[in-house]
């Protein structure tokens, strides 16, 4: 009798035969393509209970799940973990679009962080002001006056006022110094580009991904994957729940660079787009060699986002990296020889925070040679080393980062915005050749559901307007007849929205907030 009731603990009889429901012995439920904080080995099961991977304890401390994991096993279970990135609910609190618009030539930037620490301290903007629009607050909720409050000379702006600062505070976790969110300043203006030379690194490279763009442009399904680092997993920025000794989520709560860019790429192209991320904090380009036969092949990806290099920096040579990280793109095409790969170079560490050794520029440029000679049609190589470079050189790498080895919000959103135009040919895009990104505008945002809508061009034809809810259903369907027209959206209830402007291919989206 009491065998028989352990075996049907373990099945499930039906009409049409016997289908396994198991749970391992001391396993609990496993969220897909989350990373384990754990004091021990992790072992993740299907809901067949087969194995899917082991991760030993010396890995284990940051290990990611499989996206077919059901369950999972943390050895010693007394020690407790931690789910990463654990977003706690936390919608992002900003204007995507807004966030979106490329630093290197929109009209305006919206919410640039600076960091300032006492009266008299000083923060360099990425471009010289030709008229500042606002500076606030963390949380945007006091707006601070030039002349009162600090002074602007140039780029560089200084503080008057001490209470500017006064939620400055530095803690410091696992060696590092960590800024919490809550210390930065945000300061939207209208920048000056005259000295300004690198936007050639940001240009379309779908040419060299022929698969990928054929999928995206007529509609299929397409799926990609990031395997990286904790940078690529979002730790630091303002919504990364985790660790609650050292990483808070606070206002605005927004993703990781990865997240963005799957939500740029939904918006802009027709076919629905997945973004698996299977990243881990502290791993190093041999790891991405031993786990992408279980974190990525089985997904079967289309393109493949590989983010290596901060962790590298402490003993890796650039041959070594180089080696690990071909072996393992060879590993993933053998698997499925249409995948194509980006290859993301690794932003430079601030070498005067604690923890990030001197060397780190000399050693990420060493690994940015070996992508550079990896760049080929099926491998595209984005230069965030350099990038990050040109940007530390005016702004300060303080500025960027969250602490020495990770981006804060204004960093990851280079990351996102670069990424995303490798994709977006602008001579393509958007509603007859007068529509895009960049020009579509709704505001106040947020709003209490009244907001104005400029298309940025006056249309011939009526525009399709179709609002949709985070559930991806429908709420609002209707027509824009002008430039500038209003919207009552207030019976929807409190939330964010995507707005779809145009159909089919021809379509942008903006989103905006309900408060």
């Known amino acids: 009798m009491k065998k028989f009731i352990l075996v049907f603990s373990f099945f499930f009889v039906l009409n049409n035969g016997i289908i396994a429901q198991c749970q391992p012995p001391s396993s609990v439920a496993s969220t897909p393509n989350m990373i384990y904080y754990a004091g021990g080995s992790c072992m993740f099961y299907d809901s067949l209970c087969n194995l899917l991977l082991s991760v030993p304890a010396v890995e284990a401390s940051w290990s990611c799940s499989p996206a077919t994991a059901k369950w999972v096993v943390v050895s010693p279970s007394n020690g407790g973990y931690y ?3 654990n977003y706690s609910n936390n919608n992002p609190q900003i204007n995507f679009d807004q966030y979106m618009r490329p630093f290197w030539s929109a009209d305006t930037i919206y919410n640039e962080l600076i960091f300032l620490n006492g009266a008299g301290t000083s923060a360099k903007l990425m471009f010289t002001p030709t008229q500042i629009l606002s500076v606030k607050n963390y949380n945007q909720t006091i707006t601070y006056t030039q002349g009162t409050d600090y002074t ?5 702006l200084t503080q008057l006022n001490p209470a500017m600062s006064s939620l400055v505070s530095l803690t410091v976790g696992s060696g590092l110094q960590n800024k919490q969110h809550t210390s930065w300043i945000n300061v939207t203006y209208k920048p000056s580009r005259s000295d300004w030379s690198i936007s050639n690194n940001f240009t379309y490279r779908g040419s060299q991904l022929p698969k990928t763009m054929a ?9 990609m994957q990031a395997i990286g680092m904790s940078i690529t997993a979002g730790l630091n920025v303002s919504g990364f729940a985790g660790d609650p000794n050292n990483f808070t989520p606070t206002f605005p709560y927004m993703h990781s660079y990865i997240d963005m860019l799957g939500q740029r790429l939904n918006q802009v192209f027709p076919g629905p787009i997945t973004i698996y991320n299977s990243s881990c904090g502290g791993k190093m380009a041999a790891w991405v060699d031993t786990y992408c036969p279980a974190l990525v092949n089985p997904n079967n990806p289309d393109l493949v986002f590989i983010d290596m290099g901060m962790n590298d920096i402490w003993g890796t040579s650039a041959v070594a990296f180089k080696n690990s990280i071909q072996s393992a793109m060879n590993k ?30 000399v050693d990420m440029y060493g690994f940015r040679t070996q992508y550079l000679n990896m760049d080929t049609v099926g491998v595209v190589f984005f230069d965030m080393t350099s990038i990050s470079d040109s940007i530390y050189d005016r702004k300060g790498a303080y500025q960027c980062t969250a602490n020495s080895l990770h981006p804060n919000d204004y960093l990851a959103r280079w990351y996102a915005q670069g990424l995303f135009h490798m994709f977006n040919n602008t001579n393509v895009s958007g509603i007859p050749g007068t529509l895009n990104l960049d020009a579509v505008t709704c505001f106040p945002n947020p709003s209490e559901g009244v907001l104005m809508v400029d298309l940025g061009f006056s249309p011939t034809a009526p525009v399709d307007v179709t609002v949709f809810n985070l559930l991806g259903q429908v709420v609002y369907e209707g027509k824009q007849f002008q430039q ?18 145009g159909k089919s291919s021809k379509k942008q989206q903006v989103s905006f907030i309900i408060k």
């Open 83 to 85: 789910e990463f990135p």
């Open 152 to 156: 602007l000379n140039g780029n560089t």
């Open 215 to 223: 999928k995206l442009n007529s509609g299929q399904p397409v799926k």
């Open 332 to 361: 993933m095409k053998q698997h499925n020889p249409n995948v194509e790969f980006v290859l993301i170079g690794n932003m430079l560490p601030d070498v005067s925070g604690m923890g990030a050794p001197a060397n780190g520029a």
């Open 484 to 501: 500038k027209q209003q919207f009552d959206f207030s019976r929807l209830p409190k939330g964010n929205y995507n707005m779809q402007l």
